[in-house]
């Protein structure tokens, strides 16, 4: 579900230094950093135990199914992953990719009991998701775990990484937190990450990553396949930071400006520009509030609403990013700018930031499945028509691909009929299934690589029952 690079688990890998630890049987002030006399006389055994009692029976496997139409037809798919229990109530943490496009999600606890779970709120930025177990009435306790601070972690210290990987039982694997400002580029547009060389498998997406005084500080959702152990989690105050919008929303209601930023110090493009201060403003996007406001290239942003911006490196971005994509939309926002010598304000009005996924369509007599262009997700497309319709998936064997329709086709007409919306294609197919018996081709105008091109379609067989 990852990428060749990344993907949510992998083998995990023996630490030497915790069998040091426990051969040595080293205070806990040594594995907290602490000088505590109280706590100073349990080995470092009876912390990993005592952290793992707290937050073990919170975790939960979870199995989802989920419809998918990018192999051009509607198909039902199994997802498994993991969650936490975060509350008495029975909320549960997990991954987006875990749940999305789920139509039935089931969770099963560690005593063995399994309840169906309700999507409360899901964001495929963050890859975050929110369920809420649907509790019987006589299920009685609900074990949950408590949301720590990963802001007060620091390199060295050790975490647990818990889930049901290859769809097993749960496990836990221990290692250490690598990097607490982890920044990758592609996956870094409003986050951080947590790196950590715990053992995380495919199966642990959506699992807790625990600390050693067994709180929460974050959910494992990459892992990679190549080189070293690493892994990646979504840091806990990240986490708390959106958890209200996802209970009250549904979603993170994202706002959009269109700034597109540099750090001071850009080593990748070895530009380095004086002070501390600030952020340098890449470029603006096309027809953004960003350029409406007046806001140029290489001004160098000194504070948002008041609040003072320091970009000094790739890392200070995502935070930077963050508190601009959660400005009110619709409410003016004044900028602080510096332009050559001179400070000037700027005000500019965020818009929402929509879905960053189109809809999608099954147009099942025609053998393909049909999607929404959205900004975010097809740029590319996007450029050539800002609204519209382009084919998602092409069905093998079956009519799209005899008329040879390709997928990334964008649909500008069918027959007579200008196409806009998800709308226009549902009605322009069942206007011909309602019609089939009278006539079975359909003329298709569509833009590809740039070039209009017209496409007849010939839907007289049926490759369901053929």
Not at 113 to 124: C, E, L, P, T, Y
Not at 155 to 170: I, K, Q, S, T, Y
Not at 312 to 336: C, H, N, S, Y
């Amino acid at each position: 579900r990852m990428s060749c690079r990344f993907f949510c688990g992998w083998g995990s890998a023996a630490v030497p230094v915790l069998a040091a630890v426990m051969a040595w049987g080293l205070p806990v002030s040594v594995a907290y950093g602490q000088d505590d006399p109280a706590t100073a006389v349990l080995d470092f055994r009876q912390v990993i135990r005592q952290a793992r009692e707290r937050v073990f029976p919170a975790v939960i496997y979870i199995k989802s199914m989920r419809e998918s139409l990018e192999g051009g037809k509607t198909q039902t798919q199994e997802v498994t992953g993991s969650g936490v229990i975060i509350s008495s109530e029975g909320l549960a943490l997990t991954n987006w990719h875990v749940i999305d496009r789920a139509v039935e999600v089931r969770a099963l606890l560690t005593d063995g009991r399994h309840v169906n779970a309700a999507i409360v709120g899901s964001d495929k930025i963050v890859d975050l998701g929110l369920l809420q177990l649907e509790l019987p009435d006589d299920f009685g306790e609900v074990p949950y775990a408590e949301l720590g601070e990963s802001s007060r972690l620091t390199e060295g210290d050790f975490v647990m990484a818990m889930g049901a990987p290859w769809g097993l039982n749960r496990s836990v694997t221990i290692g250490i937190i690598s990097c607490t400002n982890r920044y990758l580029p592609d996956r870094s547009e409003y986050s951080l990450w947590l790196q950590t060389d715990a053992g995380i498998n495919p199966g642990n997406s959506g699992g807790p990553l625990v600390n050693t005084e067994g709180q929460v500080v974050g959910v494992n959702t990459l892992g990679t396949t190549w080189g070293a152990t690493l892994g990646f989690t979504i840091p806990s105050d990240t986490i708390q930071q959106l958890l209200p919008q996802l209970q009250e929303h549904g979603r993170i209601n994202w706002t959009w400006s269109g700034i597109q930023l540099q750090p001071l110090r850009d080593f990748n493009r070895n530009m380095y520009f004086s002070g501390d201060r600030g952020v340098i403003v890449a470029q603006t996007d096309p027809e953004s509030p960003a350029r409406r406001g007046g806001l140029r290239h290489h001004d160098r942003i000194l504070s948002v609403n008041g609040q003072a911006v320091a970009g000094k490196t790739g890392e200070d971005l995502p935070a930077i990013r963050r508190m601009l994509a959660l400005l009110p939309v619709d409410r003016p926002a004044t900028l602080q700018v510096l332009r050559g010598e001179q400070v000037v304000n700027i005000e500019l009005t965020p818009r929402y930031k929509g879905a960053v996924e189109g809809g999608e369509l099954d147009c099942r007599r025609w053998d393909f499945t049909a999607k929404a262009i959205n900004q975010f997700e097809n740029p590319t497309l996007w450029f050539h028509r800002q609204e519209g319709v382009f084919i998602f998936g092409v069905r093998y064997p079956g009519n799209a691909q005899n008329a040879r329709l390709r997928e990334q086709d964008i649909i500008l007409k069918i027959g007579d009929r200008d196409i806009h919306t998800l709308d226009d294609v549902r009605e322009a197919h069942e206007a011909a299934m309602q019609n089939i018996a009278e006539e079975h081709r359909v003329r298709f105008t569509v833009l590809r690589n740039g070039l209009m091109r017209q496409v007849v379609l010939d839907f007289s067989r049926d490759y369901e029952r053929n």
